[in-house]
């Protein structure tokens, strides 16, 4: 008896769980055909740390309050040049040291009231004046010496110097009588909707769950109209792999950070769209010339041959980035220049032909010849020490680039009589280190914003650290020809001039080469075109779509004509895949149930 | 509690046992906290030998001046003597408080809190059922010796404790084509209310929960098997038999329940691990628990959350430790008697 209550109880459960797992899959595709294309799902491979915008500092919690709050001034969609935001037109005063900036006029937060020049005020002092609110963005008022409104539709912020990057403040605008009731920046609720759902930019933060998803929906009232589509959804990914097999089921309709198999492998799937964008960082080569604290006395065990700029440039015409980018990078980058990437035209500077590295070995032997570093027997170099010239190359263990590329710059240096050995180690590791200076070369890159105002600082003496591990500079570069070019830059407010100084202060950084800028990697992104037809890139025709500086991809999102997503979810592979489940299932069920019946019958 | 407990059994001289009990819980009462502040202190000194720089790496492409630098330094106290951190991480412990996140910038407590009950949901579950699957199985293979059934369940038992988790994650995925969700816990599109959403979060385990529970069931049927195995040839048995019990009987009361105890310590010493989560099926199938914190904090290197996480998971398995020994007494008469 016993026996058989629970083999009719076991089966109940199997019942139940085949229920389960049959009825599961149709509550999200149910709801799926009601979304109607209006909804765009983006998968974020990146955690959020926070949504408060005075703390959130990873690139995923930022892009998301690019949606939410408007900026004075932004990056435009075209070309990356300041366009207006909240701020209509901005000038400045004969000294240069005071901006007024012209606040528009009927922009209303979601809440109904006015936005007005005293928000503005209120989130630039409250950055100036909160130590804990300046997580995300004490940069910007750094050079700041007051910021009042006096009337709702001026602004006026006066700096301690000249700075010429007053247009690319990269700070939400937050609503005073929201915030100014926030004594607290570390309090929870400052990451809750009811604080940060209180918006102006084109959507609206309507829902969070920590480490799952981000709602937001469209602004009805955004200034500059409203978006095409109702809705739009982060969801977290925390595998890459996973993310492309939700594109591919239509989970979701966006993803990006792909790498070039996975790219490669989307290009030709159904229903699935590609972009190749330029990027915005840059890959780089460090060479340790002399590391060096602020006070100028060195640090770490760089070989000081890599002090002759001579050996540095052999170094640089000895290196072939053009097949770093085809055999390791599968041909998605652009062979580098200046540390302003070509994404950003306006700043971008490429060498010249009389100046550029070009790939040539025996120039490269030749210049070391030249410089008095003779062969040894064994064909290394030797160096004034008499010591044969050997160099270790730092990079990250977890890297694909770092382990394919440096076989290449191992033979490509071995070829003009330089010794390198790998060192392929943790990324903590090469951070730790590369800040210690304890290397001689390093594989290393940088991201960098519109405004070149930021990435040329860490090339300055100001950069350097005050105590070993501490730097903010990249690669440890001091030169005063290169800081009177950065401090003549980031004063001239004449964007042409400003541009020519730019230009020049690469070309110096490229003349001396504490680093070989390797190339600027392709931004690698899909999306389902039978659900959206188009989105906004920054630049126009050749930028990316996500993280972009701004929110121009994701509001210009048009959906396809009329399609519903996907037509409700479930693709012909599922069903199969349910069929399949429920039969196996079944099949489990009935020979244990089987098997039971007949052992009891011989017992009995 | 324990001071009462020791007091009472010093009064009563007679009754031996009792003695015995409460001398043998306070041992493995003290043990325990013994452990625990081993775990505190290795905790605090293990993550401080990862090499990098909290502050360089949560500040890498983002603006920041070297004064932003230092402030962020004094901020989270690495500027402060090893000492004075392992002082400050001790007397927080003691007013339980784990700290707060450099990443997040939030009590570490409340961020394992957020990420418990997704872990205790994915590794429970697929714990539960791999200790019934891997008994069953064991039982019957062993009941069978050398049979088909015998050999084809060992052998893919065998086969899929062997996996890569992660392999065999992603192979189920792409494998299902879509049948089931390929990430998260719930899908963003479904209805707030309960059972909707209880259905959702149950077809999302399911993936997850099918990768762990094929990894990990080998190890319950196979130590079941073993024991079982052990009891086949007892005389108890023969007198079960010969008292006219079917089959099915003398197994379920007789063999098994003698078969049953080394299963018992590994059951429990699984169960300590479950807070601990899985780094790699939360990675494949996104599920937002407390492994995949783990691995995140490694690569600031997240000092606190490491510290607490590192905490929270060697206390568990220590509690699970101790309640299987105690349970062990009870189970088992012979052990009593030692």
Redesign the interface.
């Known amino acids: 008896m016993r026996f058989r209550r629970r083999t009719r109880w076991v089966k109940s459960i199997t019942v139940a769980g085949a229920a389960l797992l049959v009825a599961g899959p149709f509550v999200p595709a149910a709801q799926a055909q009601q979304q109607g294309g209006k909804v765009l799902r983006v998968a974020l491979v990146q955690e959020i740390d926070h949504l408060n915008p005075f703390l959130a500092s990873f690139a995923s919690s930022t892009m998301v309050g690019r949606m939410t709050w408007e900026f004075l001034t932004l990056p435009s969609a075209e070309d990356n040049t300041p366009a207006p935001g909240l701020a209509e037109s901005w000038s400045t005063s004969p000294d240069k040291l005071t901006w007024t900036y012209k606040i528009r006029d009927g922009v209303k937060w979601s809440d109904g009231q006015p936005v007005t020049a005293k928000d503005a005020a209120y989130t630039f002092t409250r950055i100036m004046t909160d130590e804990n609110a300046q997580e995300a963005n004490g940069t910007y008022v750094e050079n700041f010496d007051s910021v009042t409104a006096p009337d709702d539709h001026t602004l006026v912020i006066r700096t301690k110097a000249p700075q010429a990057s007053m247009t690319a403040l990269d700070v939400p605008i937050v609503p005073e009588h929201i915030w100014s009731h926030q004594a607290a920046m570390s309090d929870p609720v400052t990451d809750s909707v009811p604080v940060v759902g209180v918006g102006d930019g084109p959507f609206l933060i309507s829902e969070y769950r920590p480490n799952e998803l981000v709602r937001l929906k469209a602004n009805p009232d955004y200034w500059r109209g409203r978006a095409k589509i109702d809705e739009l959804q982060f969801i977290s990914y925390k595998n890459s792999e996973a993310a492309v097999n939700a594109l591919k089921n239509n989970e979701v309709d966006f993803v990006n950070r792909l790498t070039s198999t996975q790219f490669d492998t989307l290009k030709n799937a159904p229903g699935i769209a590609t972009n190749q964008a330029g990027g915005r960082r840059y890959r780089e080569l460090m060479i340790n010339h002399g590391a060096q604290l602020l006070s100028r006395q060195p640090i770490g065990d760089g070989n000081p041959v890599l002090k002759d700029v001579r050996v540095r440039q052999a170094i640089a015409r000895a290196l072939d980035p053009q097949t770093l980018v085809d055999k390791v990078l599968g041909g998605y980058g652009q062979p580098g220049g200046g540390i302003v990437p070509a994404s950003f035209p306006a700043y971008h500077w490429d060498p010249p032909a009389s100046a550029r590295y070009a790939f040539d070995p025996a120039a490269a032997n030749a210049q070391l010849d030249q410089a008095g570093y003779p062969r040894g027997n064994d064909g290394i170099r030797v160096g004034p020490d008499g010591k044969p010239i050997e160099l270790r190359l730092l990079g990250r263990a977890s890297e694909d680039f770092a382990q394919r590329a440096s076989d290449y710059v191992v033979s490509w240096l071995g070829a003009v009589g330089i010794r390198v050995t790998k060192q392929l180690v943790s990324d903590n590791e090469v951070d730790q280190r590369t800040n210690e200076g304890n290397y001689d070369l390093a594989f290393s890159g940088w991201g960098t914003s519109p405004d070149p105002d930021y990435i040329l600082s860490k090339q300055t003496c100001a950069a350097l650290p005050t105590v070993p591990g501490s730097s903010s500079s990249t690669a440890f570069f001091c030169d005063a020809d290169f800081d009177r070019l950065y401090a003549a830059e980031s004063t001239e407010f004449d964007p042409g001039q400003r541009a020519n100084l730019v230009k020049q202060a690469q070309a110096r950084y490229y003349d001396q080469v504490p680093s070989v800028v390797l190339d600027y990697d392709n931004v690698l992104e899909a999306y389902r075109s039978d659900n959206f037809a188009s989105f906004t890139k920054q630049p126009a025709n050749t930028g990316q779509i996500m993280e972009q500086s701004g929110y121009w991809g994701f509001y210009g999102a048009t959906p396809a004509g009329g399609g519903a997503n996907g037509s409700g979810g479930l693709s012909p592979g599922a069903w199969i895949g349910i069929a399949a489940g429920v039969v196996v299932v079944l099949a489990i069920g009935g020979t244990a149930a089987g098997r039971r019946r007949k052992s009891a019958d011989d017992q009995e | 509690m324990t001071n009462a407990v020791s007091t009472a059994a010093a009064e009563l001289d007679e009754p031996r046992r009792g003695t015995g009990t409460a001398r043998f819980l306070l041992g493995k009462l003290g043990g325990a906290a013994g452990s625990l502040l081993l775990v505190v202190a290795l905790g605090f000194l293990l993550f401080r030998m990862?090499?990098?720089?909290p502050?360089?790496?949560?500040?890498?492409?983002?603006?920041?001046?070297?004064?932003?630098?230092?402030?962020l330094?004094a901020r989270l106290g690495v500027d402060k003597p090893l000492y004075q951190q392992f002082l400050d991480y001790l007397s927080g412990l003691l007013h339980g408080d784990l700290g707060t996140s450099y990443?997040?910038?939030?009590p570490v407590s409340?961020l394992i809190g957020?990420?418990l009950g997704p872990t205790l949901l994915l590794v429970g579950t697929a714990t539960v059922l791999a200790v019934a699957l891997g008994l069953w199985l064991g039982v019957r293979a062993a009941w069978r010796r050398g049979s088909p059934f015998d050999r084809t369940q060992t052998g893919i038992a065998l086969t899929l404790w062997s996996m890569p988790q992660f392999w065999l994650g992603?192979l189920l995925?792409?494998a299902?084509?879509?049948?089931?969700?390929?990430?998260?816990?719930?899908?963003?599109?479904?209805?707030p209310e309960f059972l909707?959403q209880l259905?959702?979060v149950?077809?999302h385990l399911?993936l997850p929960c099918v990768t762990l529970l094929a990894v990990i069931y080998a190890q319950y049927m196979l130590v079941m098997r073993s024991s079982l195995l052990g009891e086949m040839n007892a005389d108890y048995l023969t007198t079960a038999r010969a008292k006219g019990l079917?089959?099915?009987l003398v197994r379920r009361r007789h063999a098994v329940p003698n078969a049953l105890l080394p299963t018992v310590t590994l059951v429990f010493l699984q169960f300590g691990l479950v807070v601990s989560g899985t780094v790699t099926v939360?990675?494949?199938?996104?599920?937002?628990g407390l492994g995949?914190l783990t691995y995140?904090a490694l690569?600031v290197?997240d000092l606190p959350l490491l510290q607490g996480v590192f905490v929270v998971m060697a206390g568990s398995v220590i509690v699970m430790n101790l309640i299987a020994e105690v349970l062990y007494r009870v189970l088992d008469p012979r052990v009593r008697a030692q």
Do not use: C, K
């Not at chain 2, 500040?59 to 630098?69: A, I, K, V, Y």
């Open positions: 990862i090499p990098g720089d502050v360089t790496t949560l500040t890498r492409d983002r603006p920041t001046s070297p004064d932003q630098l230092a402030q330094r990443g997040y910038n939030r409340a957020e990420r992603l995925l792409i299902t084509q879509g049948a089931f969700p390929s990430g998260g816990m719930r899908s963003p599109a479904t209805p909707p259905l959702d149950a077809h399911v079917r089959e099915d939360e990675t494949v199938f996104s599920w937002p995949l995140e690569r290197p």
